[in-house]
């Protein structure tokens, strides 16, 4: 089953890359990041949108550093963000 959608959490570098990405392969992506200014620049970039997905998304994309993973990826599932998740920490 394809990805329809998708949440990135963290849209620094790494996950505004990781957004304009499953963009370009048609995927509807809603973005969150603690700053504004990153969330803004991702924005503009064309890598999503801003605000809560009125469903389940297919796949949650956790982009913040190592060291908040385990918090990020426990606060997302406790709201149900995504049916899968994964993270770009090393």
Do not use: F, N
């Amino acid at each position: 089953m394809p990805i329809r959608t998708a949440a990135v959490v963290g849209t620094g570098l790494i996950g505004t890359s990781v957004a304009l990405a499953l963009r370009a392969q048609g995927v509807e992506v809603q973005l969150y990041d603690r700053r504004q200014s990153h969330v803004d620049a991702a924005v503009a970039l064309g890598a999503g949108s801003v605000g809560r997905p009125s469903s389940t998304v297919g796949l949650a994309v956790i982009a913040v550093p190592p060291s908040h993973v385990s918090r990020v990826v426990t606060e997302a599932q406790s709201r149900e963000l995504a049916r899968c998740y994964t993270d770009v920490a090393k």
